[in-house]
């Protein structure tokens, strides 16, 4: 199996995890340039691992459409952010546990790509927790 076959669905799930940034940043304005350069980073990683996004615009719009039908909030945009940043972890944690990865890959993943993985969960998380302190305060 070649490298780029190994880590395309992970690719493909920065992709996807990259337009819920950027479609997430409409329902949280104070938070849209971070949301976007949260969005920005994971186009990169998808990069990085070989994959040429492609399927931006369409898959923008369909998540666009997902969340205004099910979400009307702040939080609730964050929260489902959230749920999709760690769905992306899940399959960095799958991808670490094939066999077939070679050795200098592992230690990749282990360094450098889960660790970013849940970097990026933690700042969603964080923005989350915010929201609902103010929101106890107000």
């Known amino acids: 199996m070649a490298r780029t076959d190994r880590f395309a669905a992970v ?16 329902w949280v304005p104070d938070a849209e340039a971070e949301l976007h350069a949260l969005a920005a980073a994971h186009l990169a990683t998808a ?29 609730g945009a964050l929260t489902w952010l959230r749920r999709q940043e760690q769905l992306l972890i899940d399959c960095y944690v ?24 849940f970097e990026r969960f933690q700042r969603v998380d964080r923005w989350i927790m915010r929201r609902e302190e103010q929101s106890v305060f107000a």
């Open 11 to 26: 690719a493909a799930q920065e992709e996807f995890v990259a337009a819920a940034c950027a479609a997430t940043a409409h």
């Open 47 to 75: 990069t990085r691992l070989g994959v040429k996004p492609r399927r931006w615009p369409r898959m923008l719009a369909l998540v666009r459409a997902t969340l205004a039908a099910a979400i009307g909030t702040q939080v």
């Open 94 to 117: 799958t991808l670490e546990g094939m066999t077939a990865l070679g050795a200098d890959e592992r230690l990749r993943l282990r360094r450098e790509l889960v660790p970013s993985a």
